[in-house]
């Protein structure tokens, strides 16, 4: 049968080239919109950039799944002032995590920016080997 031999061998090839990894899927609620952010691992902090949540926040995820040293998922909130932004909230968690909870590894949060009375509010989970 070397027609299910090569069969076989194509749909191998075919498994091997889609990468299973993990994603963190932040849902983010501000002036009654909620939107969700989904990031991949990256290689680098350093090319992660906010996005705007509203006029009034930034909220930045850093997912980190290698060096096992430098493996973690870190969440920043910043309050977007006229003269730049001021990190209002940071949280880091280990990677991998051991067990997400329903509902996220975060539970829920609120971070209240003072000046301008804004609030949002976020939690986030672990979609486990989302297809790259």
């Avoid at 075919?14 to 609620?29: E, K, N, Q, Y």
């Avoid at 430098?70 to 991998?96: F, M, R, V, W």
Wanted: aromatic share 10%.
């Amino acid at each position: 049968m070397p027609g299910a031999k090569l069969l076989s061998a194509l749909l191998a090839a075919s498994c091997a080239t889609s990468v299973l990894a993990d994603s963190v899927v932040c849902h983010l609620t501000y002036g009654g919109a909620t939107q969700q952010i989904e990031t991949r691992p990256t290689a680098s902090a350093y090319t992660v950039a906010p996005v705007a949540i509203g006029s009034y926040f930034l909220f930045r995820v850093v997912f980190r799944d290698k060096p096992a040293d430098l493996a973690g998922i870190k969440l920043y909130t910043y309050a977007n002032h006229d003269e730049g932004p001021a990190i209002l909230h940071q949280a880091s968690y280990p990677y991998p995590l051991d067990n997400a909870a329903s509902g996220g590894f975060t539970g829920e949060n609120r971070i209240y920016e003072p000046l301008r009375d804004g609030e949002l509010l976020y939690w986030c989970e672990l979609k486990r080997g989302a297809e790259q």
